[in-house]
């Protein structure tokens, strides 16, 4: 069966320190192309940092799969902070699998205040994408979401990184393969659990023709009462908060915003104890339906 992935990984360093020297490269790239070809990928979805990302996707791409790009701010401030510090080779191969995606989702429109807040944001949003991509299957015809990660086994504590990310995995009953990024020729499967700090939601109702929010949204259960109240139509946008992260530039003629809908399917397999996530996961799968666009983004 062919196979769903969400990837996250270190940067790769522009010598042979760190916790991902470069000369472990090909290595740890002969590893995933033969992970990626195992598990039969039909999409993906990452962001695009030098390194583990990059490797990720150039495989992806080469295997025809689907490449679903989430970023947490802007594209020119990404490629500063998460790529250009690997050498000039990286960001060729950035800019060639940018132009190749399937879709691009960015997170924040506005300057983040702690970048690493919006990293981390970013990989609650694509875990979200690559589950609800799962959940619109009737009946599933892929099989449940996996994670690739590229790792060196250190725990770091901070909000946003590699084993964090894999944290966050785990909460959604992720199964994740890591490719060590110090050793050679090796995959191992994850099985640590742990509660990382999760991005509270933030979402708002807005009406399409002004911009105008209509409701503010911040527990899953005010959501599904909003949805069952019929008080949202084709007139109106759920979104994360603009005030905070700015306008979105992706069509506004959804109901529900990629970056919104990503996070919402989070937050419904995040939080262990939610007794009407199927009755809420319904409800957004049926507004995704009479919402179906064709176009880059997903």
Same mark, same amino acid.
């Not at 979805?45 to 990720?56: F, K, M, P, T």
């Not at 250009?84 to 050498?87: E, K, L, R, T, V």
């Not at 393969?177 to 110090?182: H, V, W």
């Not at 007139?235 to 759920?238: A, G, R, T, V």
């Given at each position: 069966m062919?196979s ?10 522009a ?7 470069l000369?472990?490269e ?6 995933l192309h ?10 993906g ?12 996707a ?6 025809g ?11 020119n ?6 790529v250009?510090?690997?050498?000039n080779e990286?960001?060729?191969?950035f ?12 997170i924040s429109?506005?300057?983040?205040v ?5 990293y981390?944001l970013?990989t609650e949003?694509a875990?979200?994408l690559?589950?609800?991509q799962?959940l619109?299957q009737? =009946?599933p015809?892929l099989?449940f979401p996996k994670?690739v990660?590229v790792?060196? +086994?250190?725990? $770091? #504590? @901070? ?17 994740t ?6 050793v050679?020729?090796n ?8 509660y ?5 939601l ?13 409701a503010?949204?911040?527990e899953?259960?005010?959501l599904?009462d ?8 084709i007139?109106?946008?759920?979104d994360?908060?603009?005030g905070?992260?700015?306008?979105t530039?992706?069509?506004q003629?959804?109901?529900i ?7 919402i399917?989070?937050h ?6 939610? =007794?009407?996530r ?5 409800n957004?799968?049926?507004?995704? +339906?009479?919402? $179906? #666009? @064709?176009?880059?983004h997903?």
């Open positions: 062919n769903i992935i969400h990837y996250c990984g270190h940067i790769i360093s010598d042979s320190s760190g916790r991902f020297p000369s472990n090909k290595p740890v790239q002969q590893s033969q992970l990626l070809l195992e598990l039969n990928v039909k999409s979805y990452g962001s695009l940092a030098s390194g583990a990302d990059i490797l990720v150039e495989n992806l791409i080469k295997q799969a689907e490449l679903h790009l989430i970023f947490p701010f802007d594209i401030d990404f490629l500063k902070s998460s250009i510090a690997s050498g990286w960001q060729s191969r800019k060639n699998i940018l132009d190749r995606a399937t879709s691009v989702t960015q429109y506005n300057k983040p702690d970048e690493n807040l919006s981390a970013c949003i875990l979200g690559s589950l609800n799962w619109k009737k =009946p015809t099989a994670q990660t790792w060196d +086994k250190e725990k $770091t #504590l @901070s909000i946003a990184g590699t084993y964090p990310d894999m944290l966050r995995a785990r909460l959604l009953k992720f199964e393969t890591y490719i060590d990024s110090l050679t020729f995959k191992t499967n994850f099985n640590e659990k742990g990382p700090k999760i991005q509270p933030n979402l708002c109702v807005y009406t399409k023709a002004n911009n105008t929010a209509k503010n949204i911040t899953l259960e005010n599904l909003y949805l069952l109240s019929s008080q949202l139509d007139k109106h946008q759920i994360l908060d603009r905070f992260f700015g306008k530039t992706e069509d003629s959804r109901m915003s990629p970056r919104a809908l990503g996070h399917i989070f419904c397999y995040a939080k262990e104890f939610f =007794p009407k199927e009755q809420l996961v319904n957004l799968l049926k507004f995704q +339906k009479q919402n $179906t #666009l @064709s176009g880059k997903s």
